[in-house]
């Protein structure tokens, strides 16, 4: 449809005649942007009537003076409206179609609001806007942005925005560019046009796209240049570091290049963060790699380059994390590794080798604080050396052949957060010394085979949040004094989601796999979607929540879990059990528990508890009822007995549950709520339990429509709708690996 000549005349006539009526009362005063603005709380109303009292109570027509409303700023005469930010506001909803009515805005922010649907023609109307901030929202389709030619800081990362970046943001839109962050959509296109045509880029960060094709552009403007996650390849041709090369941070991970890294990469003096993780990258690693000073983080892993490290490493005196993970190394761990006196992170794992761990040193550097040797092939005894490090943060010696007993002198190890030595053939008992690690979060001793009781003085563990224990043969009962465990971890949590943010051993995704429950848990399913860089944060583990503000923020309380199937022990649960206020998680199954659950269960912030194949009997808790937040209960093969309790039909999160072989169950499942969406397999072998009539025949035609059970996907509540959004977000990524 185009516009005839008469069109054109008849909008020009009635452009002039809205122009008479209200220019004059307009111009020179604010009124028509506080009417804009007042539009927008309308909008945001609309999609969100309860919410967000306290940032809109100023925002009325009666306030005369907008530019101090919260979130607005105006230019100096006062009267144009020039930023809005309304980042982290919780503000769900379709994108205002009407930024364009302010006409100076000049900087919009919106990151984290939950903020959906496409982006809106009206906001390429914004000619003036010079930093667009619409990151962490689930915005989708296409976009245009023809038309902002002033743009200097694009941000449009976390969203599904999809397409060909090249037809997206014209040579116009992009000449003053100078951050431009796309980072976790699925757009496509060549890399290198981009950093040609947008000639004042300082920042770009294209990471966990479908970007594709080579690299053939020299990168000399660029300060930051991130692309990891993409399906770019090739090799990088020495010319791509010039003389010039100014950039601080590269990042390449996680693609398909190939060939040997240029030695020109030297050019590069400014470099602090070097990540080449996951490419097939092979030759030797460059001398040149070493007159890199300021370097703070070099990352090689899973890459195919010689076992011949450079010596020159030794005098890039800034340099505090190495991970030379998954590169085939085997044999003895190089004794350039123990001439590392500045790295405080050193990450081996994956590399199949076999020794060399006294002598190459590595157990003298005192600057260390995060050690990761695990998934190779060490054996015999644990090293008692590694008691002197005693600046160790992180231990993960995990899948490995080690035997023999854990040390005691760990329990010197003072500053200790995590400590993995689960999948070896460790034997003997948990040492009492732990009783002294008291900034413990992770204790991983899974799948060994540690004999005694559970110690005690494990309670003085006042940090530690994530237990594993499980397949040892651990026997006896749980000491009372136990479940003092993790009674003040709120401080520690803080500083593990400071970690969190840095790229370190506390973020390889092996680690992340065993550190997570598999089955079961309300986590695992994130671990299906967290690609193969389990991006998944600390913050998401620890607050069970991503940034999005959409999720509660106060989910902290049950971020911690115990794990213990799969043991010898006995005796009877504890009410102390109810000390545990950030438990989250519990898996006692495959035990010899017996005697009944303590009512005190219901106190706890469950959303998982596993006390299947045990002996506990009595009758089920009514408390139990009250977990409102349970996802996982199974209580099968137990000897439970009694009336099925009425209330556990008021949990309405659960995706699992499980009843089935407690002989003595009597009383009827509700033919209302969620029970009666389970399987007939959830109830088997409990011939006194009533069941709903189609489950008894097992006709599934009468069950009712709502199928909220076992296969169903539910998302009922703000927590569940976050894991929701993050599933269809990491869906959403590609996923050639
Ligand atoms: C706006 O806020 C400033 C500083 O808080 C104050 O000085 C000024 O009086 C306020 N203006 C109006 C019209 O409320
Ligand atoms: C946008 O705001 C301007 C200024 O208030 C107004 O003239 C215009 O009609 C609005 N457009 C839409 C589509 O609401
Ligand atoms: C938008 O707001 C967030 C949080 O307040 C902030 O971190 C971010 O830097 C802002 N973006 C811009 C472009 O200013
Ligand atoms: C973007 O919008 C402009 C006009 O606003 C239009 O000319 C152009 O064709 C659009 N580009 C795409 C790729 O849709
Ligand atoms: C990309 O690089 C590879 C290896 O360097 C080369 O074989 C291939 O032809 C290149 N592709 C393009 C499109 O330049
Ligand atoms: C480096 O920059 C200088 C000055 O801008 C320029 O003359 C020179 O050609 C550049 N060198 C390379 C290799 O691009
Ligand atoms: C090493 O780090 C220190 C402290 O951050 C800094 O002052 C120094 O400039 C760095 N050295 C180099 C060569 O960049
Ligand atoms: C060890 O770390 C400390 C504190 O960061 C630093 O001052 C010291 O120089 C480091 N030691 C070596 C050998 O780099
Ligand atoms: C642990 O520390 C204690 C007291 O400082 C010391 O006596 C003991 O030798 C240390 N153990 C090891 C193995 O380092
Ligand atoms: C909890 O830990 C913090 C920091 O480690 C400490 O300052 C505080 O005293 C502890 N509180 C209790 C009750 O132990
Ligand atoms: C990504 O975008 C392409 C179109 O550019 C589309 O075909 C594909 O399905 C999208 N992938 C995902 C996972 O959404
Ligand atoms: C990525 O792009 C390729 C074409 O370059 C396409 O075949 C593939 O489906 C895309 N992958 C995703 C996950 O969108």
């Keep these: 449809m185009s516009l005839t000549a008469t069109d054109h005349h008849f909008l020009a006539a009635v452009f002039m005649f809205s122009w008479l009526i209200t220019g004059k009362t307009v111009s020179g005063d604010i009124e028509s942007d506080k009417q804009v603005l007042l539009k927008l709380k309308a909008h945001i109303r609309l999609w969100n009537p309860v919410v967000n009292e306290n940032t809109f109570t100023r925002w009325n027509s009666n306030d005369e003076f907008p530019c101090n409303w919260t979130g607005i700023s105006c230019n100096t005469r006062g009267n144009h409206v020039t930023a809005v930010d309304l980042s982290n506001k919780n503000i769900p909803g379709p994108l205002f179609r009407n930024f364009s009515g302010l006409p100076e805005l000049e900087h919009l922010n919106l990151t984290a609001n939950g903020i959906y649907g496409t982006i809106p023609d ?5 000619r003036n806007l010079r930093a667009l901030d619409l990151s962490k929202n689930i915005i989708e389709g296409e976009f245009n942005l023809t038309g902002l030619n002033n743009l200097e800081l694009l941000d449009l990362s976390n969203n599904r925005i999809q397409g060909n970046l090249q037809l997206m943001l014209p040579a116009r839109s992009c000449r003053n560019l100078v951050v431009l962050k796309l980072s976790s959509n699925n757009l496509s296109g060549p890399v290198d046009d981009l950093v040609n045509l947008c000639r004042n880029l300082h ?13 053939s552009v020299q990168l000399d403007r660029l300060l930051e240049f991130s692309v990891p996650m993409n399906n770019l390849g090739g090799e990088i041709p020495s010319w791509f570091f010039s003389e010039n090369c100014s950039l601080r941070c590269l990042d390449l991970s996680d693609n398909f290049f190939i060939g040997r890294i240029p030695k020109e990469i030297s050019n590069c003096k400014d470099l602090v963060s070097l990540n080449l993780y996951g490419n097939k990258f092979s030759g030797e690693i460059p001398p040149a790699v070493g007159s890199l000073l300021s370097l703070q983080s070099l990352l090689l892993g899973e890459n195919s380059f010689s076992r011949d490290v450079p010596e020159s490493l030794v005098q890039m005196s800034n340099l505090s994390l190495l991970d030379l993970s998954r ?8 004794e350039i590794f123990g001439q590392l006196h500045q790295v405080s992170s050193l990450v081996l794992s994956g590399n199949s080798y076999t020794g060399g761990l006294l002598s190459s040193g590595i157990f003298e550097l005192q600057n260390i604080s995060e050690l990761d040797l695990s998934d190779n092939d060490f054996f015999g005894p644990l090293p008692v050396e590694i008691s002197q490090m005693s600046n160790l943060k992180m231990l993960v010696l995990a899948d490995n052949q080690f035997t023999g007993s854990i040390p005691h002198g760990y329990g010197n190890l003072s500053r200790l957060q995590a400590l993995d030595l689960s999948f070896n053939n460790l034997s003997g008992s948990i040492p009492s010394s732990f009783r002294t690690l008291r900034l413990i979060s992770w204790l991983m001793l899974a799948n060994n085979s540690l004999t005694g009781e559970i110690p005690a003085e494990l309670g003085n563990c006042s940090s530690l949040l994530w237990l594993n224990l499980a397949n040892n043969q651990l026997s006896g009962a749980i000491p009372p004094e136990f479940f003092n465990i993790g009674s003040n971890a709120t401080a520690q949590l803080i500083l593990l989601n400071q970690v969190g943010q840095t790229a370190s051993g506390f973020s390889q995704c092996t680690n992340l796999r065993r550190w997570i429950p598999t089955t079961g848990s309300p986590l695992s399913s994130f ?5 193969r860089k389990c991006e998944i944060k600390w913050d998401f583990l620890l607050n069970r929540c991503l940034p999005f503000s959409l999720c509660t923020p106060q989910v902290k309380r049950g971020a911690g879990y115990l794990q213990l199937r799969g043991n010898k022990l006995s005796g009877g649960l504890p009410p102390e059990i109810s000390k545990m206020q950030n438990l989250g998680m519990l898996y006692l199954d495959d035990n010899g528990f017996h005697g009944q659950l303590p009512p005190q269960i219901g106190s706890l912030p469950l959303s998982a508890l596993d006390v299947s194949k045990n002996v506990f009997s009595g009758e089920i808790p009514e408390e139990i009822g009250t977990l409102r937040r349970l996802q996982l209960l199974d209580l099968s093969y137990n000897n439970f007995s009694g009336e099925f309790p009425g209330s556990l039909s008021s949990l309405t999160e659960l995706s699992k549950f499980n009843i089935s072989y407690n002989p003595y169950i009597s009383g009827r ?17 409990n011939p006194l339990l009533r069941l709903p009539i189609w489950m008894e025949n097992g006709s599934r035609k009468l069950r009712p429509s709502r199928n909220q059970g076992q296969e169903g996907v539910r998302f009922p509540n ?7 959004l993050v599933s269809c977000f990491w869906v959403m990524r590609r996923s050639h690996h």
Aim: proline share 2%; hydrophobic share 35%.
């Design 527 to 531: 671990m299906r979607f967290a690609g």
């Design 203 to 215: 920042s770009l960060d294209l990471g966990g796209n479908n970007f594709s094709g080579n690299l």
């Design 669 to 685: 499942i509700p033919h209302t709520g969620q029970l009666a969406t389970f399987l007939q397999s959830s109830f088997l072998g």
């Design 122 to 126: 009206d906001l390429s109307k914004c």
């Design 718 to 724: 703000s927590s569940s709708f976050c894991l929701f």
């Design 327 to 334: 590169n085939g190394f085997g044999g003895d761990v190089q």
